[in-house]
């Protein structure tokens, strides 16, 4: 999961997302996984991209 969302930024589709120290600028972190806010290296976007990693999980709205 971690590496499927670390091929490209979500906003402009660019990539791949370096995973670095100085790009991981926050962390969720969530029961045995979360995620984390990498911010994209290309000088045209500086999007902050959320990345899960671990385990997730979604719960959809039953009304």
């Known amino acids: 999961m971690l590496l ?4 490209s ?5 660019l990539g ?3 995973l670095t120290l100085d790009n991981v600028v ?14 994209c290296l290309n000088v045209e976007c ?3 991209n959320r990345v899960p990693y671990g385990t997730t999980h ?3 709205a039953l009304f």
């Open 4 to 7: 499927k969302s670390l091929q």
């Open 9 to 13: 930024c979500q906003s402009f589709k």
């Open 16 to 18: 791949p997302l370096p």
């Open 26 to 39: 926050d962390e969720l972190q969530k029961c045995f996984g979360g995620y984390l806010y990498v911010v």
């Open 46 to 48: 500086g999007a902050v």
């Open 58 to 60: 979604h719960r959809d």
